[in-house]
Every structure is written in structure tokens, then in C-alpha cells.
């Protein structure tokens, strides 16, 4: 019969409507910003660098190798590499960022930065509420921005930031194995 399927549409739609004043999972409708809607895990939007520890100049795990840099396909992350070295995380002496800005206006999230690190050090984060008043340079992130406590990467994707600190924690003892 002609307008059966649209019957049914309407029929699903009035079933949620009403279904709605009853049910909390066919709410769909948050009063943001009084509101927030939880964010799955999974949820990905701008890239930022993880530290260990308290200090974020000591526990950056960047060590400005710039393949992020090179790899980025709108060209959004400028790193300048440090001329001294300080230690990584297993106490070796490594090179660290003396710049490194992100200008999130360009950058699309793909993760591609995050998928070609090999040193875990820049991961996705999910602030999205970044938007400014100011026009020049206002999304323009810069290294103090970006750095961020492996603590707090663990309260936004813990299964994954886990799962990091074990590879982490796998490649130090390698390392330390005798030869
Ligand atoms: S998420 Fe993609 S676009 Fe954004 S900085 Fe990383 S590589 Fe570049
Ligand atoms: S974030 Fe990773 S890939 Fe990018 S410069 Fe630092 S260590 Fe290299």
C-alpha cells in the first residue's frame, strides 16, 4: 500500500516521542551547556602531549624526532628541536621541543600525528570547547597548551592510556636487559 512506510516512520517517531517522558535512554536531548551529554571513549578531537609525572618540561615524552611534523597532511604542527638534551622517562638523555605548536583551525583529526609517533608521546584529546573571540592566532595551540598529565589521559581514555604505560613500561625493561 502506497504511504506504508511512511506510516511507519511516523509510527517509530511518535513511539520515541511519547516513549521519551518515560524512558531515559530515548531522551536523546541534553540542556547544554547547563548539560552534557557523556563522551564515549573512544571520542577523538585535537592531538595533545602527554607527560609522566608532575613536571611537564621533564616528563614531555616528545623527543622532536618531527615525524608528526612531516607526516601531518595539512601541515599543522611546527616543532623547532631543542640544541641540549634532558632525560626521558627511563632517565636517558634526549632531545625535547623548544617549540611545538598545533594550530587546531587546520588540523582535520585524523590522528595521523598519534598513529606515526613511535615514542607514545602525542595522543587524541576530547576538549571541544576551544572556540575564542580573539582572530589572530587564537587557536594557534602551543606547547604549554598541549602538554597534558598522563594522569589526565587516563581519566579520558583509560582502557587505551593503560594500555600505553604497559608498552611503555615493556620497552624500559627491554632497554635495561643486558645484552
Ligand atoms: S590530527 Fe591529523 S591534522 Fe591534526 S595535527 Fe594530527 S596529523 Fe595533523
Ligand atoms: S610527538 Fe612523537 S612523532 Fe611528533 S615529534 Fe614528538 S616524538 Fe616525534
Redesign the pocket.
Known sequence: MIGTGVLKGMAVTMRNFVGSYFEEDRLTTVQYPEERAPLPENYRN??FLPFDGEDPHAGLRCVACKI?EK???????YIVKSEDKKPDYIGKPQFYPKVFN?D?S?????????E?CPFEA?K?DKVFELSRQERFDALLMRKSDLAKSNDYYHTIHPTEAAEVDANLAAAAAAKKKPA
Open positions: 585535537f592531538p608528526c607526516e601531518c597532511p595539512p601541515q599543522c604542527i598545533i587546531i587546520v588540523c582535520m583529526s585524523c590522528q595521523i600525528c598519534v606515526v602525542i587524541m
